[in-house]
């Protein structure tokens, strides 16, 4: 398990270069329209544009489906059984005692299934054109403070770090004639503190020199610190940004205001 | 359980058979491995940083199966075994011990081991009470393990391991952080170990410690194993020990470079130096 | 340093006992002593880490380029003071060496020009240019040193303090790390204090040479002055480097050599020397 480290890949298309907050903004509306939108058609068209972008920033299609397993098992699950549990409307397609498949459940599953899919496949993209150390700097510089930046930033650096150190941490019990596999669920409770414990206990370590390193690169030195690699809005950013907000707003509008079914 | 009788010396107790292994992300680490170890055996595997050398160890207890190849340990194929069996017979003592420990009295970190063997009671007490003679633990029993010194919860990593009683002992890099007397003792007790019949395989780079106690050398490189000898076999070939990023001890090199003066080339200790200096000298 | 005494928070010995010490600018300094003989907790009084950042009870002076190290922040000594700790992967926190590397200029609100000026002069002095990109995570332990170094001097620091940097590297590691250190002292006019448990390159690199035990100084001078009293150093719990000890068991034999090697270059020298004069009568 390396988490979700592995999958920004470093590319020259126009959303690995747009500025990380248009793109935060720009997966923050379209998963608001995820859930806005209710009309199949309508989600559907909203996944087939979000599948284009994937397209445009060439995504590798095994890279993506890898990614994505879960999120695909877990649409499937939904197409499955939502029918079965949504009863509603006609025609009826088929019916087995309380169990009633219907046409609209059919569909009302697919637009759950679409919907989910939009909002992991839109997070997805998200993650895969934009650096961790990007998407901090962007949080910083919408508000939220340096230092709590800072802790998010070297959490994720020491993410794959830690979990590294797990898998050692079994591989060191396991040696000693532990096998995890095995027992109830109090046994296996049992076994899982002899990884954690030796785990906290060199992570706590490790957050020891972390703390002292900090403080002898003059950490906290002064409240105006600089920044090498700034973000900058440029025209095209906010250009993509206007695109996105009028993307979002018209079936807003047309569905809250005009109350046309959307 | 001291020695160990039924172990006839010089029969081969782990044995890699053409043993190649790559890593999930594309890295070959062992590009065929062949390599015995018999019973009773004192082997330092030595190699730089990436030879490959806790790759191979970790294919000896079963932590990792190769792409292609066989292990055999104690006769039986090592596939067909679970980690835990084989821990039965090959002991591994990790490099940071702080990984092991999680007790809170040494005690019942030594007994931790034999009891997932589904050892218990009298049997389970004497072996404990052995592991924590055997690395010069007697007195720290009740304490616990995260109090003590980095010398000091080695010995204890190493004791949970011996107290399964294991035949073969493998320790990753153990002099690491060590000072020259924490180094002395330990080797000692390792030494004491090997003369009751364990195999120890020592995996380091410190080439001291590999010039004092091993007799025999393998040397690692670029996942390949590209000298196997005795130790002074090893250290007068510096070209292969260059290969695999290593240096030889500086009284080594100080050898060398007196070979054209009559100066053997596989001294490998200071005493060792000046007897042959003396000898080559003429005097007394 | 005056007088300094520091005992760790929770612990009852002092870690250090009473250190009078001084070291000149541009000296290369290695603290030599085993552990716990208070050679980490000097390193980071250097900078300020002791006693404002390490919990513990601080009498005596301490200065630091003539700022007294109880009354000026770490934030202030660390432009004056690089430090670079033990374990490689903790000490680099950033996603990226060029985070990594400007990290501490950032701090100190260096314009960008500047920042990147010394983030490129960092990385060329330290041999690890072009790797701006790259995760610390894919880096070796060498290089990991050497991004920690480059970190350090970024913020152009006129000394450098260094607490056993050679403690996960290989034989080669260690090889191209001091040979670094002795670049930033020659070429660079650094001031280099480092902490050892090994003293063969203390031999080779030192100006001087100051022996630590139980939280004092034993001794300080030149490494010949310090490395070749065999007994003292076996005492402090250090093995003496192996051409001071051939040294030392030649003066037994022949007194009247007076050998004083302490590297391979000298004793090669007197060696040879020795060996091309024949005794010129067989006495006992």
């Known amino acids: 398990m390396s988490g979700f480290v592995d999958l920004y890949t470093a590319g020259d298309t126009f959303l690995h270069r747009m500025d990380p907050r248009v793109k935060m903004l720009a997966v923050l509306l379209f998963s608001l329209l995820a859930f806005v939108l209710s009309e199949l058609i309508h989600l559907v068209a909203l996944l087939a544009f979000i599948f284009l972008l994937l397209v445009l920033v060439r995504a590798s299609v095994s890279r993506t489906m890898f990614a994505l397993k879960f999120v695909l098992r877990f649409m499937a699950l939904i197409m499955v059984m939502w029918p079965l549990f949504d009863p509603s409307g006609t025609p009826v397609l088929a019916e087995l005692g309380p169990v009633k498949v219907t046409v609209p459940g059919i569909v009302h599953g697919l637009t759950a299934a679409a919907r989910v899919g939009c909002l992991a496949t839109v997070w997805y993209i998200l993650i895969f054109t934009t650096a961790q150390r990007d998407l901090v700097r962007a949080l910083v510089k919408m508000g939220v403070r340096f230092d709590i930046g800072l802790t998010l930033a070297i959490s994720l650096r020491f993410f794959p770090a830690f979990s590294f150190l797990i898998d050692s941490v079994m591989d060191a019990q396991r040696a000693r004639g532990m096998d995890f596999a095995k027992g109830n669920i109090l046994t296996r409770s049992k076994n899982y503190v002899a990884v954690l414990a030796p785990a906290v206990v060199t992570a706590l370590r490790m957050t020891d020199t972390i703390s002292l390193a900090l403080q002898s690169r003059a950490y906290g030195a002064r409240a105006d610190r600089t920044y090498l690699r700034d973000l900058r809005m440029r025209w095209s950013d906010y250009v993509a940004a206007s695109v996105v907000m009028i993307i979002f707003a018209v079936p807003v509008f047309a569905r809250f205001v005009l109350d046309i079914g959307v | ?284 | 340093m005056r007088g300094v005494r520091f005992v760790h928070a929770g612990s009852q010995a002092r870690a250090l006992d009473g250190i009078d010490l001084d070291i000149a600018k541009g000296e290369f300094v290695t603290l030599l002593g085993a552990n716990g003989s208070g050679k980490s907790t000097l390193c980071m009084l250097a900078n300020g880490l002791v006693p404002h950042a390490v919990p513990g009870t601080f009498e005596g002076t301490a200065e630091v380029f003539g700022l007294d190290v109880s009354k000026y922040p770490v934030t202030v000594l660390a432009t004056r003071v690089g430090m670079v700790f033990q374990e490689p992967e903790s000490q680099l926190f950033c996603m990226s060496v060029e985070e990594e590397v400007a990290f501490g200029p950032e701090n100190l609100a260096v314009p960008k020009d500047e920042i990147r000026a010394r983030v490129e002069w960092a990385l060329e002095t330290v041999g690890m240019n072009g790797y701006n990109d790259r995760s610390p995570m894919t880096l070796s332990g060498g290089q990991k040193q050497r991004i920690a170094i480059a970190a350090a001097l970024a913020m152009h620091p006129p000394m450098i303090v260094l607490d056993e940097p050679a403690y996960a590297l290989d034989p080669i590691g260690r090889v191209e790390l001091f040979s670094l250190l002795k670049r930033l002292k020659e070429q660079h006019g650094m001031t280099v204090l480092l902490a050892e448990r090994d003293p063969e390159e203390a031999a080779v690199y030192s100006d001087r040479v100051v022996l630590m035990s139980k939280g004092k100084v034993v001794a300080s001078g030149t490494p010949r002055e310090t490395l070749l009293d065999v007994t003292r150093l076996r005492d402090i719990g250090i093995d003496p480097p192996q051409v001071a000890t051939v040294s030392a068991l030649i003066n037994e034999r022949l007194p009247r050599q007076a050998m004083s090697s302490i590297t391979i270059e000298e004793a090669e020298v007197a060696v040879s020397r020795l060996l091309s004069t024949r005794p010129r009568s067989i006495s006992r």
């Open chain 2, 1 to 284: 359980m001291i020695p160990l009788p039924e172990a006839d010396p010089g029969q081969r107790i782990v044995s890699l058979h053409d043993v190649k292994f790559t890593y999930d992300g594309g890295v070959e680490a062992l590009r065929g491995v062949n390599l015995h170890i018999r019973n009773g055996e004192f082997v330092a595997i030595v190699g730089g940083n990436g030879s490959g050398k806790t790759t191979l160890a970790k294919h000896m207890n079963g932590l990792l199966r190769p792409t292609s190849g066989e292990v055999m340990v104690s006769g039986k194929p090592a596939a067909g075994l679970s980690v835990a069996d084989l821990s039965r017979v090959v002991g591994y003592a990790f490099q940071n011990p702080d990984h092991q420990l999680f007790c809170t009295t040494v005690e019942a970190e030594v007994s931790y081991g034999p009891r997932n063997l589904g050892y218990h009671g009298p049997e389970l007490s004497r072996r404990v009470e052995y592991a924590i003679e055997a690395m010069g633990l007697g007195g720290f029993s009740e304490l616990p393990p995260l109090s003590l010194n980095l010398g000091q919860r080695r010995r204890v990593s190493i004791a949970a391991v011996i107290s399964m009683d294991p035949r073969v002992l493998i320790l990753d890099e153990p002099t690491t952080g060590l000072d020259a007397g924490e180094i002395r003792v330990l080797m000692e007790s390792i030494g004491e170990l090997n003369r009751e019949g364990r195999a120890i395989i020592l995996i380091t780079h410190e080439m001291k410690v590999v010039a004092e106690h091993a007799n025999r050398v393998v040397v690692m490189a670029d996942g390949r194993t590209v000298l196997d000898s005795d130790a002074r076999g090893v250290f007068a070939d510096l070209e292969v020990l260059a290969k695999a990023r290593l240096v030889p001890p500086p009284i080594s090199l100080l050898a060398h470079r007196l070979a054209s003066s009559g100066i053997s080339r596989d001294i490998m200790t200071p005493e060792e130096f000046v007897f042959d200096m003396m000898r080559a000298r003429g005097g007394p």
